[in-house]
C-alpha cells in the first residue's frame, strides 16, 4: 500500500515530500548537503515525516519553517531543531486547536483515506520551540551547499523563500504556488505581498525551479512573472472578481490562468 507521503528528487538531493491525500497538497522538502540537511517545512502531521526524513538521510536535519501556518508545521514538535523567521517564532509556541483545523479534517477534505491509527477529530498541531530566528540574508550553509534566506512578506508576516543561487532553486513556501493564493488571511498585507512577488519576478532570469509549498512541485520560474503581474493588475483596480463567502467572510476572488488570488473585501 503506498504510504501517506509521496516523496520526488526534483532536483540532485532535492526531494520533494507531498501529501496528495488532503486537498491542500501540501509539500516539504528535504535538501542535503555534504554535512547537514534542511527539511523546509513539515507537513500537516498526518503521518509521520520524521521517519519519512530519516530513510531519506543519514545527516542532522535542522527543519527550516516557510512561516507559521498549521499546514506547514505539523510535525515541528518531532524535531530539536527549528529555524523561522523571528516574526512568526511566538506563534509556534501556541499551537493549534481550532475549528479551522476540525473543518480541514472533514472526510471531503480527504482525497485518499488518512493513515491507519490517524484520528481525525483528535487532530491538532503540537506547540514547538523555535532554535533559531531567520531574517532576511540569513545564510544556511549545509556543507558544500549554501542557501539564503529571503523575506518574502505577505500571505503572512514572516513568510520567507530560500534561494539556492549556485543551482538556480527558489523554495518559494506559500508565497508562490499554482493555485489559490491567500492574501486575506489575518496577518495577510496584500500590498507587501505584491512587493515580494515583485522581488521573486526579478529573479527569474537565473532561476531553474520554482519548488512552492502546494500543489504541483516543480514549476517553471515563469509563473512569477504572471504572479507579479497579476498583483499589479489587481493593485490598480485592472482584475476582476467574483465575492465568494469563506471562514474569514466575504472575499474577492481573482482568477487567472494558473492560479488566483484571495482578498479581503
Ligand atoms: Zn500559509
Given at each position: 500500500m503506498r504510504g501517506w507521503f509521496q516523496t520526488q528528487e526534483v532536483a540532485p538531493r532535492v526531494y520533494a515530500i507531498s501529501e496528495p491525500g488532503h486537498f491542500e497538497e501540501v509539500i516539504s522538502y528535504l535538501i542535503e548537503?555534504?554535512?547537514?540537511?534542511?527539511?523546509?517545512?513539515?507537513?500537516?502531521?498526518?503521518?509521520?515525516?520524521?521517519?519519512?526524513?530519516?530513510?531519506?538521510?543519514?545527516?542532522?536535519?535542522?527543519?527550516?519553517?516557510?512561516?507559521?501556518?498549521?499546514?506547514?508545521?505539523?510535525?515541528?514538535?518531532?524535531?530539536?531543531?527549528?529555524?523561522?523567521?523571528?516574526?512568526?517564532?511566538?506563534?509556534?509556541?501556541?499551537?493549534?486547536?481550532?475549528?479551522?483545523?476540525?473543518?480541514?479534517?472533514?472526510?471531503?477534505?480527504?482525497?485518499?483515506?488518512?493513515?491507519?491509527?490517524?484520528?481525525?477529530?483528535?487532530?491538532?498541531i503540537s506547540p514547538s520551540r523555535a532554535s533559531l530566528l531567520l531574517d532576511e540574508g540569513s545564510p544556511l550553509d549545509l556543507g558544500k551547499r549554501a542557501l539564503t534566506v529571503l523575506h518574502t512578506p505577505g500571505h503572512s508576516p514572516g513568510s520567507i523563500s530560500l534561494l539556492e543561487e549556485k543551482e538556480g532553486l527558489l523554495f518559494s513556501g506559500d508565497t508562490a504556488y499554482a493555485g489559490p493564493l491567500y492574501a486575506q488571511l489575518p496577518g495577510s498585507d496584500f500590498d507587501l505581498y505584491g512587493e515580494s512577488m515583485e522581488r521573486l519576478a526579478r529573479l527569474v532570469p537565473q532561476l531553474s525551479l520554482v519548488l512552492p509549498g502546494h500543489n504541483v512541485t516543480p514549476l517553471d520560474p515563469a509563473i512569477l512573472v504572471e504572479m507579479a503581474k497579476g498583483f499589479g493588475q489587481i493593485a490598480s483596480g485592472e482584475a476582476t472578481y467574483e465575492f465568494e463567502s469563506s471562514p474569514w467572510g466575504r472575499v474577492r476572488h481573482y482568477r487567472f490562468e494558473r492560479f488566483s488570488v484571495y482578498l479581503s473585501e
Open positions: 548537503g555534504e554535512e547537514r540537511a534542511i527539511l523546509f517545512d513539515t507537513g500537516m502531521g498526518i503521518a509521520n515525516i520524521r521517519e519519512e526524513v530519516m530513510a531519506l538521510t543519514g545527516r542532522a536535519i535542522t527543519i527550516v519553517n516557510s512561516h507559521s501556518h498549521w499546514d506547514h508545521v505539523g510535525d515541528n514538535y518531532r524535531f530539536p531543531l527549528i529555524a523561522i523567521h523571528y516574526a512568526e517564532a511566538h506563534l509556534l509556541r501556541e499551537g493549534a486547536s481550532s475549528e479551522e483545523l476540525r473543518r480541514e479534517m472533514r472526510a471531503e477534505m480527504f482525497v485518499q483515506p488518512p493513515p491507519v491509527g490517524f484520528e481525525p477529530s483528535q487532530y491538532k
